[in-house]
Each structure stands twice: as structure tokens, then as C-alpha cells.
């Protein structure tokens, strides 16, 4: 049982405690419990604890359970420190070979090691794929125990809701923010701090800070990461947000298909209660806030503000038009503010180290880092963190070590349903918001799918617009017909009966569906068609020929 | 509100700030197509119809959800909106069977005539797949056809928002989605009602009327404005008929007061009119058997009765029951048959046995004996007191408007003995014993009392009598009302201050009320209640009686009450009888007649010899019908008029076949005291007439000439005779109601009553002391039992049992009870079982539920198989009338015992 902190003082006090207990002398083994698990990272852990049980080596060796450490991949993956290797495609077979050789005599297995142009690299620091990186938002995924609150707080963590509590008026944090320049991560890149000034300033008692961790997009994941190795950088996000825009009262609305995130969180906001971290009179300081969480039912829409919002109400979830915004009439129409994950696990960095020293990292339009789920036709799949102005070829070459195989990069598609194809003549854009919407796609939350030559384009579109389809939620007529008659005729095209005409009806369709949609994703449906007809023309035109 | 000015097409336009776009659009005649629109909704946004371009905008924006801003540019026809437009049309049109030639809708379908509008010829590149069908439903009313349906969420909109019923919602998502029922159950299974309002609002033919299906396009029938003959509120009907009869009844949005809403019984119960059933020959009483006779026959035979009678007995030995269902220029020739033409103040009608201790109790605290304030004003109430009334089963409309009023942030109390739907939405349901009304009403204002929560300045300059009353409930503290009434102390104090502090506070009050031996105590009750709180006088405010008929309200104003002529002017004021006499040419009786109670009573004795009968089916809706049936076997006459062969026409000795009110022209006053229009839409069957004719032809035949040849000249007599219909002429209520008080025909009536001050000058406090007179439960009869209305029958059932949809959605009697009593008496839901009371038995099924509480029963009185006045208590507590006559049974509270039948 945690003992609840009654001051900042408490704070201080546990936190020096914390890190005392990290720094014991022992050998770390970093499991990936999160995402590795689907390839057996459960049972790898078993192993490991049964032979330093049996071993006796429990006082000398400690085992972290963490979040996702990045390089997908290779799953499952371990990290051992000292000496700092890097293993891959562990199994349970090996584990004793590892306890005796590296844990035990800092020897590196060779088969274990990550590959790169024929060359082993056996420790972590020099692998390229972490060596690019710039990791601020998974500063602790990978590296704590997600579901131990005194590593988070070992390393730093609760000191900004404590510092904003105890040395900031909500109007310095939201200015803080302001100057950081932060803009909203969840893809339509809304400055944050002037989000929460709307918020502020809108008339009412009662404000909700919702976080939207409905993250949907195909192939992306970086939520789920954050919340899954990280929840308490979230929480820490929500109560900083909370304290600046006079909100008592949050939810995390997150995906039930997320059940370890879910788990994780649940796990979070339990220790932080009992740290009196959520609940009334957070540290002594006479701010009250706690946290709910809601779970989606499935709905991709549900990401899109107004239509989470109906989700939680218990309504059916669909979107309304906006105005009036949530900041001003949102749940149950009260003022409410929602942030992507991303977008709050940025919070305590910026108020820890103030915005100065976030504005390091990015470009004038977008600063900081972002997160890439790295998909696809590439060989290091996983998750990226770099800072914004990173060009694409240096994230999917350097970072994700090129295309597999002979073949050749063809385009990567960004920002998912929403998005669009960026083909290899903007392999050396640096990619921002605005970089990346000028050249057809959008960096959206952070989706990146790497396509190669033998990959159809034409296909692209179509299995982007049935998604569309699938998760178009029916209220507005462009969407829930839209899609599916573009759906229709791309279909038509890619089996090989296309028409001549189909491509300009495709267009046409498309500008009614943009133009016309309710929501963003009746309004950006069309952009994979339309980026795809604009860079692959050739691929339609050989399929109607 | 503040002024914008916003250009339009490129015409600037001021209007205020809080309108959409659309809305000052289609002020000014700016034509934007709308599909997902209703004013009776919140906006939705979802057909992108409405879509218009505003300058600045990133998107174009609908319309129908769009705020007007000043200096707004908003271009409704660019290049962009049409191209957009058309697109999405085209859109819907891909999924739509396109089968206008056989569809019912034609003619009257929004998607028909906008794509005739927008010029749309032929979709050739979107010919993919279509989704829906027809949805088979087993129930009579709703036709449901998904193929048809363009998603626009209307009628799931108008079921959750309007009737807050949440019987249907879309199911599925994207273009898979469709309107669905729970499990995809028919309509009769889940929470709805029937309403029809989903109907109303379909735009295309995807949910439509099934009785009018192959009967007519709307271009292909008649279309008539009338006023629906059920309930008190007066809803706007457009009757539609074809060569065979009506096919269908709709109502207009906009039309006042029920824009364009209505009930299940409005839309649907009208089967009745063309009913096999009906009178339509004159009958007389051959040697114990009735025979059809011609009317000739029928008015002589009558006038020769009448005559003898009167002659042998004399005047007041006859009695005249008028009828809160008939029309205003009826009512007033009853009263005037009665008076003029047999000489006898003997007149009286059945609204009276709902609401005397109203019209006395009102009138004589305030002025008039009626509602104070209007429909549309409870949506603009803060505080809304419901006590002894279930709205939304007896008055759905005005049900509607108290749940629109708690959507839009208004406070509900109710207070009832039974867990009614309101209560559902209530922010405090006071859920007390049965009659203990005044009980609960005196604590609260001894609460208001003592925390100083009354409106001083009010009191002080508008009413007298407070210390009075200031001293009557001193002793009624809420901690004995508690025990009393059963409701916590502190729920008694929280409902008295969220009352008084309310800013506007109505309350709304129905038969649980007035029925009781003491139901005047109870009428003064809530009219201390609302004086003290300065509640009379002002908008969203008052005291507002829910009387049960159509024209109760108007049957009383007409004069068909003995002690009064029409416009409430007392028989007793001798200058009021000279000027009716001058008119009426006869000289007048002054003596008090019998009230509809003391009729009853006196032909049981054997003193009233004859009784007219109009448009009532006494021996179903008295009280003790034992004791009715005897009362009319004891008569020497008993002339029915009506439009079926009820329970009491089979004792009469003539009966006389009458119209119905789509039958007939003439007037409706509603609960807010709007004279509003009733229009003849079809001719009533075989030689039935209207009851206007009936009684001007009887007169005539004795001796005293009616030559009216129109309602309309009834009603010209009724204006010259009553200064507050003197401003009410067909002409004006033409296509809107007027209220009365409107003195002249510049007046535009009156929303709400005693703005400037009261009939009497100053309101009357009335202190009431409370007391107890019900009979008392022991262990034979160890329930309460209470009867009361639902919503899918009428009255006696004469009509309703005759409609679809009524009776199979109810189609036989049932008596409410909960789990306890139900397990202790051993019966299961849907058993038969034995009531019986003091005085007679009935046999019916068990509902067991959670409405009433333990101890309790409750039986609706609309079904002959199993008739509750059977088992009511007929006599009336005369101490409790202080001779004001509000004589009234104690209908609502009597002992009785549940047994299993075996």
C-alpha cells in the first residue's frame, strides 16, 4: 500500500526514495510486456523469472516489465543493462544462454544481435534505428515498469503537476505551452495552449478535460504505446491540463480493443489515488481532480471530437457540426477540452524544462518531436520518435533501415485514412504539418506505411476507402454514400472493368464528398484516391486499359 | 435580443443574434432546400442539403446549424453549393428505389420535389448497390420500408427529443445503417406509443400511415383544418378524405397549440367515425324494445313527454346532461333548451364530475373558474409542479411540452401516488399516499412560510386572507406530512424551496386533484400555493386545471351548468336573467337546478322524471353505476343523443343519432381557453345531424322556434350574450384560435389571465383545513383503489374500442399492482382476478409493476368488459362543498379487495 503525499515535500521525499531503489547495484532485464507479446514475450518473461529463481540469482539481477522498446520488428525484445545489449526474436529455449552468458559474464550472444548491412551491432546505443532517435514523449516507454508509479516518479515524474501546483497560475501553464509551440498530435495539429485558453475562457463551473485515446488509423500505434509503457506521463498531462483550464473531472476514452493499455491505466490511476495524485486536495494544494475511464465500443469515428463525445454521453457515437466546439458546449454541454495521448505526454517535459528548452527540438511550424509507427514494406517496423523537420528518407532509410528485399521504395502513405501517398521525389521533405499537406497527404497522428514497387497503388486507394466505408458512421449522406460508390468504382477499376469516365467520376465524387462531409472523415476519405490519381495516374490508366 | 445585419446573396439583412441561417433565410423568402430539417427539432446537419457558402469559412456550412454573425456573407446559390448540391442529391438518389409512379409518398415527398427542383435527369454513374426493404411490423398503424429511407434521423430524432420515447434508433453504421427497433422487434414490443410523430416527419413514404395506404395521393384527396375531438388541448388536425371517408389525419408544424404534434388517439383513433356501428336512424322504445323511427316521430314523441311530464311534475322534474364532448354553439343551445324551452336550471354535463371543485375554487379565489396560463408558456416555466395529473398518457401534447421544458433545463416536480412517466424526468417525484394532496400542499407552504420564501410584495398588493392562511398551516409541519403523506421531511422542504424560488413556477393539475369529496380543499390548496409565491399574474406562471374532454372547458363557459349562463353570469344575478329573458324572449327560472351529481341522486329517489342525455355515457363514466343503472330505470324518460348504442343508450327511451365532431361545423374550446374551429369534413351516416340541428329541430317542434341555419349564427347569439366571446367571430379564428377574455374584435385575446388584476379585484386566500374523508381500508377491503385514463383509450371507449392501434395495443382491462401484493394474494402478471368494493365486483387481468406502490391498485375506466365505476363511491361529502356547488364523489379513492379467480 502507498502512502498518500500530503505535500510537495512528500513528493520530494518519495522520489528520492524511488531512486535510491533504482540505482541498486543489480543487472536489469528489460522485457517488453507490451506489444512483444504476441510473439511469445509472456512466456520469455516466465522463463527468465523460473531460472533466477532457480538460479538464485534474484538479489543480483532485477527484471523490468516495460512498455514497447521500439524496434517491433524484432519482437520480442529484452534489453540487458550492463552491459547495454540489444536482443531480438528471443525465445524461451535461449533464455538460459542468456542468463548464463550476458547476465551473468556480459557476453554478447551473437544471433541474438541486431543485423545491419551484414554487420552485427550488439549494443543499443549503436543501433542506428535508436542512435537517430530523439526520444522525449518515450523517454520512459521501454525503460520503466509501466505499472509501478515509483519509477515514474524516480524519474522525474509528478514534479510538473507539482510545479504547476505549487509555482504557476493557470493562465503561466497555458502561456508555458503557448510558447512551446506544441500543436495537437492527434493529427489536425491545433495549437494546444490556445485550445486550452478557449477552454478557459469559456463560461462555466463545471469543465471536463477528456483524453482521446481512440487511436484508429491503420497501422498506427504510437498511442497505445505511450499508454501502455508510459500511462502515468498521460495522467501527469491530464491533471497539468486540468489545473489550466479549471477542470475537476476527466475521462480517457480509450479503444476496447487496447486491453493492456486499458489494464495499465487502470493499474496507474489506482496508485495515484492512493498517492493522493488524483482524487481531492492533490499534495496538499487544494486542487481536486480525478479521472474515469470510458471505453470505445469499436467506432472509428469516436476519435472525431464531437462524436467521442456522444460516446460518452452514451449515445450513439456520431459527430455534429461544429460550432458551438467542445471548448465552449462539449460533454453533456459543458466546456471540455480534449488532447490526443501524444499531445498530453508531451505536457510535463515542457512544463519540467519549460518551453525554451522543448523549442530544441522540430521546425518553426511544428516544434518538438513526433511519434512514427513505422509499417509496411520496410525492415525496422516499430516505433519512431524524432523531431519534427526529419526528413522521410532519413526516417524510413536510416532509422527504419530501407526496403527489405530488392525491391525499391515506391511512396509511404501518411496520416492514414485521412491522408495520402508521398511518392520518392519527397523522400527529402522535411516533413512538418505543412510540409506534409502541401505534397497531398497529412501527418495525422503519426501513421507511416511504407509501400514498395510491387505494391498497387490503385489497391491503396481501395483498401483506404473501405475502411472509410466501414467506419463512416452514416449520419451525413457524403460519407455513408460517398464512400461506398467510390468504393464501388474503385473496385470496378482494380478487378479491370474500369471505364474511361470512371477517373473523372472519382474526382467528381471525391469533390462532393470533401466538400460536402459533416465530419473529418467523410472530408479527408477522398485524399488517398485523389494523392494516388495524382502521383500514380499511370497505374489507374494501365488498369482501365 | 441584439441586432446583426448579414448579407444574403449579396442583399444585407438585419436580424437577431440566435437565428440560423436558415431561419432568416426562409424569413426573407430565400428558398434553401432542407431534407433532415424540422422545426420541431434540434438541428442535425447530417443531409448537406441546406449547404450555403460563407465567406471565410474553411467548409461550406449547413445552413440549419449555422449561427448568423454580423457582417456575415452568405451566398446560398454559388457555383460551389450547387455543384455540392446536386452531388449529394444525386447521392441519396443512387440508394432510393426511384419508384414514384406506385409510391404512396408522391406528391408530397421532400426528396420527390427537391430533385424535381434541382433539375436532377438521370444518375448514370452511381448505379451501385442498394440497401432496405419493406420491415414487416404486425402492428396496424406504421408501415416501415428501409428502402425508402434516406437516413435524414428525423422520425429517430422527433422519438427521442419530442416524445423522449427512445422507441427507435439507427442501427448498423455507414451506408449500411437503418432505423431500428430494439432486437428488431415490431413497434408494438419496445417502448413506443404509436404517436405516429415519426410518420409526420418522414419526408418520403420509408414510414407511412398503413390504414391510408392505396387510398388517395395528397393531390388525390380533401385536406381539412379541424380541431381533434379527444382531449382538452385542442390540437390542429387536417382530416384527409376520399370518396369513402377520412384515410388519414396529419398537423401542420406551426399550427397552434400543438405544432404539428400529436398523440397516438389524434393521429390514429378516427376508424370510429365510418364505424358499422354507428347510430344513424332515430329509435324509439316499442313495448320494451327500441325501434327505428323517423325523426318526425321521434321529436313528437319526445315533445309529447316532455310536455306531460313537465305538466304533471314540473319543470325541475327534468333534467339535462349537455356533454364536454360537442361543440360550444351545442353546449349553448342545451343550456338554452333547458332554460327557455322547459323552464329549468336542471343542466349540467360530465366535465362537471372532473372539475366543479375547479371551477368553483378558481373562480372564487381568482375571478375565473379556469386555466390561467397557456401551453406555450410551460416551456418557459422554471419550476413545473405536476400533482395528480399523468400528462403524457391523458394529455400527451402538453406531455410533450413538459418534457420539452425539462430538456431545455426547466425543474420537474411531481407529485402523484403512482410512479407516472413525468416521474421518470422529475427532479423531485413526491410520491405520496393517496389522498393526502392538501396535507402535502399546506406543508409546503408552511415550509415557504416559515423560511420567508413567499413573494411579499405580491400578497401584499394583490390578495387578501394571508394571515388567514399564514395561521391555517402553522400546524401542518413537513415532519407530519411525512407520516401523513409518506414523503421524507426533507423532500417536502427541498420541493417547497426549489417552488418558491423559482423565478416563473406552474403548476399543473389534473383529476387526482379535483375527484375527491375534498377536492375543492385541494383546488385551494394550489391556489394558496401559487398566490403565496406570486405565481397568478405572469408568463410561464399559474394554475392550470387539465380538465379531461375536448370541450369541457367550453361546456362549462357555454352555460351547461346550473348555476350559470354562458360566460360564468349567474342565474341567480336577477339583471343577468332579465337580460337573458329579453333575449330568450321566455321568462327564465331562478331557483339553483341540480347538479349532474344530485340528478342522479334525485332519480334514484324518484324526483327527477326524465333526463336529456347528450353525448355522455353516464351509467360508464358515473360513479356507483348500481346506483346510475337504478337512477335511469327509474325515469319515465330518457332521451340519449349520441353517436353510438353506449351502455346508458341502451336504457333510453329515445335515442337520436348525432354527428361526430368531423361530422359537423362549429366551435372547440380548448384547455387555454382558445375557441378554436371544428369543420365538417365528412356527412354524418344515414340520417344522423348534427346535435345543434337535433336541438334546434326539438325546440321548434315545442313550440319554440330555433331558426339558427348555422352554428355560426349560434355562435353570433353566444357573443352578443357573453362580454368575453363578444371579440371571437368565425372570421378571426379562422386559421387560429382566440382566448378568451377578448371583449371586442380588436382585442387579441388572452394568453394568460390577471396580468393587470383579478375578477375580484384581489385574489382570495382560501385557508383550508385538511382533512381525511376517504373510506377506510380494513381486512376485507384491505386496498386503495384509484381509476384513471391511459393513453390509448378515450372516455367510456366508445370510440377508441372501435379503432386499430387502441385496442391492440390495449386490448382488454387490466387493474396495476405490485410484486408484493401480487405475490401475496398469489397471483401472477396476466392473471384474471376479482376486484370487488362495497359496492359491486369486476373481473380483470393483473399488470404487476413498480407504478403503484404496495397497498394500492389502480384500474383505467375506458372498458365496458370490466367497468371500475362499478366499484367507486357515489355519494359526495356535502360538508366539504360549503354550499358552492362543487359537489363531488369520491372517485378516486375507495377500499377494495384482489382476489385470485379460480
Not at chain 2, 31 to 36: F, M
Request: glycine letters at 10%; aromatic letters at 8%.
Amino acid at each position: 500500500m502507498l502512502k498518500s503525499l500530503k505535500s510537495y515535500d512528500d513528493l520530494v521525499a518519495m522520489r528520492t526514495l524511488c531512486e535510491e531503489k533504482l540505482k541498486l547495484d543489480k543487472v536489469k532485464v528489460y522485457i517488453c510486456m507490451t506489444g512483444c507479446r504476441a510473439l511469445g514475450a509472456e512466456e520469455v518473461y516466465g522463463e527468465f523469472k523460473r531460472q533466477l529463481d532457480e538460479q538464485n540469482l534474484k538479489d543480483k539481477v532485477e527484471i523490468i516489465e516495460t512498455g514497447c522498446q521500439g524496434l517491433c520488428a524484432r519482437a520480442p525484445v529484452i534489453t540487458i543493462d550492463p552491459p547495454g545489449v540489444f536482443y531480438g526474436r528471443v525465445t524461451v529455449d535461449i533464455v538460459p544462454e542468456i542468463i548464463s552468458s550476458t547476465v551473468v559474464n556480459d557476453q554478447v550472444i551473437n544471433k541474438l544481435c541486431y543485423v545491419e548491412a551484414g554487420k552485427r551491432i550488439p549494443y543499443l546505443k549503436d543501433i542506428p534505428f535508436y542512435s537517430k532517435q530523439k526520444k522525449v514523449v518515450l523517454r520512459n516507454c521501454g525503460i520503466i515498469d509501466p505499472n509501478n508509479i515509483e519509477q515514474y516518479i524516480a524519474r522525474k515524474g509528478y514534479e510538473s503537476i507539482a510545479k504547476a501546483l505549487f509555482s504557476f497560475t493557470p493562465e503561466d501553464i497555458i502561456n508555458e505551452v503557448k510558447d512551446s509551440g506544441l500543436r495537437g498530435r492527434g493529427g489536425a495539429g491545433f495549437p494546444t495552449g490556445t485550445k486550452w485558453e478557449f477552454c478557459r475562457k469559456a463560461k462555466g463551473d463545471t469543465k471536463y478535460i477528456i483524453c482521446n485515446a481512440d487511436e484508429g488509423d491503420p497501422g498506427a500505434f504510437m498511442d497505445r504505446a505511450v499508454l501502455e509503457g508510459d500511462p502515468h506521463a498521460v495522467i501527469e498531462g491530464m491533471l497539468v491540463a486540468a489545473f489550466a483550464i479549471g477542470s475537476g473531472k476527466g475521462f480517457i476514452y480509450v479503444r476496447a480493443e487496447y486491453p493492456i493499455a486499458i489494464n495499465h491505466l487502470e493499474r496507474a490511476i489506482a496508485q495515484a489515488r492512493q498517492l493522493n495524485l488524483l482524487g481531492d486536495n492533490i499534495l496538499g494544494s487544494g486542487f481536486n481532480f480525478d479521472l474515469e475511464i470510458k471505453k470505445g465500443a469499436g467506432a472509428f469515428v469516436c476519435g472525431e471530437e464531437t462524436a467521442l463525445i456522444a460516446s460518452i454521453e452514451g449515445k450513439r457515437g456520431m459527430p455534429r457540426p461544429r460550432p458551438p466546439f467542445p471548448a465552449n458546449s462539449g460533454l453533456w454541454g459543458k466546456p471540455t477540452n480534449i488532447n490526443n495521448v501524444e499531445t498530453l505526454a508531451n505536457i510535463p517535459i515542457i512544463i519540467l524544462n519549460g518551453s525554451e528548452s522543448y523549442k530544441q527540438y522540430g521546425t518553426k511550424n511544428g516544434t518538438g518531436t513526433k511519434i512514427f509507427a513505422l509499417a509496411g514494406k520496410v525492415k525496422n517496423t516499430g516505433l519512431v520518435e524524432v523531431p519534427m523537420g526529419t526528413t522521410l528518407r532519413e526516417i524510413i532509410f536510416d532509422i527504419g533501415g530501407g526496403i527489405p528485399g530488392r525491391r525499391q521504395f515506391k511512396a509511404a502513405q501518411m496520416g492514414g485514412p485521412s491522408g495520402g501517398c508521398v511518392p520518392a521525389e519527397h523522400l527529402d521533405l522535411p516533413i512538418d504539418y505543412e510540409t506534409v499537406k502541401e505534397v497531398g497527404a497529412i501527418m495525422g497522428s503519426g501513421g507511416l506505411i511504407v509501400m514498395d514497387s510491387d505494391t498497387s497503388m490503385v489497391e491503396i486507394a481501395k483498401y483506404f476507402m473501405g475502411f472509410c466505408h466501414d467506419e463512416s458512421c452514416g449520419k451525413c449522406v457524403p460519407c455513408r454514400i460517398g464512400t461506398k460508390r467510390m468504393l464501388e468504382t474503385l473496385t470496378k477499376i482494380n478487378g479491370g472493368n474500369g471505364l474511361k469516365d470512371d477517373i473523372e467520376d472519382l474526382k467528381e465524387m471525391a469533390y462532393v464528398t470533401q466538400t460536402a462531409s459533416l465530419c473529418g472523415l467523410g472530408q479527408t476519405a477522398p485524399n488517398p484516391v485523389l494523392s494516388t490519381i495524382r502521383y500514380f495516374m499511370n497505374e489507374y490508366e494501365e488498369l482501365i486499359k | 435580443m441584439e441586432k446583426v445585419k448579414l448579407t444574403i446573396n449579396g442583399k444585407t439583412y438585419e436580424t437577431e443574434q440566435g437565428k440560423t441561417v436558415l431561419e432568416v433565410a426562409r424569413e426573407n423568402n430565400i428558398s434553401i432546400p432542407t431534407l433532415c430539417y424540422d422545426k420541431r427539432l434540434d438541428p442535425y446537419g447530417g443531409c448537406r442539403i441546406c449547404l450555403v457558402e460563407v465567406e471565410g469559412a474553411r467548409q461550406l456550412v449547413t445552413s440549419c446549424t449555422a449561427m448568423v454573425g454580423e457582417g456575415m456573407v452568405v451566398n446560398t446559390e454559388s457555383e460551389k453549393v450547387i455543384r455540392t448540391r446536386k452531388g449529394v442529391l444525386e447521392y441519396i438518389l443512387s440508394d432510393h428505389p426511384l419508384d414514384c409512379m406506385t409510391c404512396e409518398a408522391t406528391g408530397c415527398c421532400e426528396l420527390q420535389d427537391l430533385a424535381y427542383t434541382m433539375d436532377i435527369k438521370g444518375i448514370d454513374y452511381r448505379s451501385g448497390e442498394k440497401i432496405g426493404g419493406v420491415i414487416p411490423d404486425r402492428n396496424e398503424l406504421i408501415y416501415r420500408e428501409t428502402g425508402k429511407c434516406i437516413r435524414c434521423g428525423r422520425c429517430v430524432r422527433i422519438c427521442g427529443e419530442v416524445q423522449q420515447d427512445y422507441a427507435i434508433e439507427f442501427g448498423g453504421r455507414g451506408f449500411k445503417m437503418w432505423v431500428a427497433t430494439p432486437f428488431g422487434e415490431s413497434l408494438l414490443d419496445g417502448s413506443c406509443v404509436l404517436c405516429g410523430q415519426c410518420v409526420s416527419t418522414c419526408p418520403t413514404a420509408a414510414l407511412f400511415e398503413k390504414k391510408a395506404m392505396g387510398k388517395g395521393r395528397s393531390f388525390q384527396v380533401k385536406k381539412v383544418r379541424s380541431t381533434c375531438g379527444y382531449c382538452s388541448i385542442g390540437c390542429q388536425i387536417d382530416i384527409h378524405t376520399n370518396h369513402n371517408g377520412i384515410i388519414k389525419i396529419t398537423s401542420e408544424v406551426g399550427a397552434v397549440p400543438n405544432n404539428g404534434n400529436l398523440c397516438m388517439k389524434g393521429r390514429f383513433a378516427y376508424d370510429f367515425v365510418n364505424h358499422p356501428d354507428r347510430l344513424d336512424t332515430p329509435m324509439i322504445r316499442v313495448n320494451g324494445n327500441l325501434e327505428k323511427a323517423s325523426w318526425e316521430d321521434a321529436y313528437d314523441f319526445i315533445s309529447k313527454k316532455l310536455k306531460d311530464i313537465k305538466s304533471k311534475y314540473g319543470s325541475d322534474s327534468i333534467s339535462f346532461i349537455s356533454s364536454g364532448r360537442c361543440t360550444n354553439e351545442e353546449n349553448y343551445l342545451m343550456q338554452k333548451f333547458a332554460r327557455a324551452v322547459i323552464g329549468t336550471n336542471n343542466i349540467d354535463q360530465s366535465e362537471t364530475e372532473c372539475h366543479a371543485p375547479t371551477l368553483t375554487g378558481l373562480r372564487n379565489s381568482l375571478g375565473f373558474g379556469t386555466t390561467t396560463n397557456s401551453i406555450e408558456e410551460i416551456s418557459k416555466s422554471d419550476v413545473i409542479f405536476v400533482i395528480g395529473a399523468n400528462i403524457t398518457e391523458a394529455h400527451p401534447i402538453i406531455g410533450l411540452e413538459v418534457k420539452k421544458a425539462v430538456r431545455n433545463g426547466s425543474t420537474l416536480i411531481v407529485a402523484d401516488t403512482r410512479r407516472i412517466w413525468l416521474s421518470k424526468i422529475a427532479k423531485t417525484y413526491l410520491n405520496l399516499q393517496p389522498g393526502t394532496d392538501a396535507y402535502l400542499i399546506n406543508a409546503l407552504m408552511n415550509v415557504i412560510i416559515k423560511e420567508k420564501l413567499y413573494d411579499e410584495k405580491f400578497i401584499e398588493g394583490k390578495t387578501e386572507g394571508f394571515k388567514e392562511l399564514e395561521k391555517a398551516v402553522a400546524k401542518d409541519e413537513p415532519k407530519e406530512a411525512e407520516g401523513l403523506c409518506g414523503i421524507p421531511e426533507e423532500t417536502i422542504k427541498d420541493a417547497a424551496r426549489i417552488f418558491a424560488n423559482a423565478k416563473r413556477a406552474t403548476i399543473l393539475y389534473g383529476n387526482g386533484i379535483t375527484q375527491h369529496s375534498f377536492g375543492i380543499d385541494n383546488v385551494n390548496s394550489l391556489v394558496n400555493l401559487a398566490l403565496l409565491t406570486g405565481n397568478i399574474g405572469k408568463e410561464g406562471a399559474g394554475i392550470n386545471p387539465l380538465l379531461g374532454q375536448n370541450n369541457g372547458q367550453g361546456a362549462f363557459s357555454m352555460g351547461a351548468v346550473p348555476g350559470f349562463y354562458s360566460d360564468y353570469q349567474p342565474v341567480s344575478d336577477r339583471a343577468v336573467r332579465k337580460k337573458f329573458e329579453e333575449i330568450y324572449k321566455v321568462s327564465l327560472p331562478k331557483n339553483k337546478g341540480l347538479q349532474i351529481r344530485e340528478m342522479f341522486n334525485n332519480a334514484y329517489k324518484g324526483k327527477v322524471k326524465a333526463m336529456y342525455v347528450m353525448g355522455a355515457d353516464v351509467l360508464m363514466s358515473e360513479p356507483d353505476t348500481t346506483r346510475v343503472k337504478k337512477a335511469l330505470e327509474n325515469l319515465e324518460l330518457l332521451i340519449v343523443q349520441d353517436i353510438f348504442m353506449s351502455n346508458t343508450a341502451q336504457y333510453a327511451d329515445v335515442i337520436l343519432p348525432a354527428a361526430c365532431f368531423a361530422e359537423k361545423d362549429g366551435t372547440f374550446t380548448n384547455i387555454e381557453r382558445r375557441v378554436q374551429r371544428v369543420r365538417k369534413t365528412v356527412s354524418p351516416p344515414g340520417e344522423a345531424k348534427a346535435d345543434w340541428k337535433i336541438i334546434s329541430e326539438l325546440a321548434t317542434c315545442m313550440d319554440y322556434p330555433m331558426d339558427y341555419n348555422s352554428p355560426e349564427t349560434i355562435w353570433e347569439e353566444i357573443r352578443t350574450v357573453s362580454q368575453n366571446f363578444a371579440g371571437i367571430n368565425y372570421k378571426r379564428i379562422e386559421n387560429v384560435g382566440i382566448q378568451w377574455p377578448c371583449p371586442d374584435t380588436n382585442h387579441p385575446g388572452t394568453k394568460f389571465l390577471y396580468e393587470e388584476e383579478f375578477g375580484n379585484g384581489k385574489a382570495r386566500f382560501s385557508a383550508t383545513e385538511v382533512k381525511s374523508s376517504h373510506e377506510k381500508t380494513d381486512k376485507n377491503y384491505p386496498f386503495i383503489l384509484s381509476t384513471g385514463r391511459t393513453l390509448y383509450h378515450f372516455n367510456s371507449g366508445t370510440m377508441t374500442h372501435r379503432t386499430k392501434g387502441s385496442v391492440q395495443k390495449q386490448p382488454y382491462s387490466f387493474v396495476e399492482i405490485s410484486q408484493e401484493d401480487a405475490d401475496d394474494v398469489g397471483i401472477k402478471d396476466e392473471e384474471m382476478v376479482r376486484i370487488t368494493t362495497r359496492r359491486g365486483q369486476i373481473t380483470l387481468s393483473a399488470n404487476i409493476t413498480n407504478r403503484v406502490m404496495p397497498k394500492q391498485i389502480w384500474i383505467p375506466f375506458h372498458f365496458v368488459s370490466a367497468q371500475a365505476n362499478l366499484l367507486t363511491i357515489g355519494s359526495c361529502n356535502a360538508t366539504h362543498s360549503k354550499g358552492n356547488s362543487s359537489l363531488m364523489p369520491e372517485y378516486k379513492i375507495c377500499a377494495a379487495r384482489v382476489e385470485k379467480l379460480q
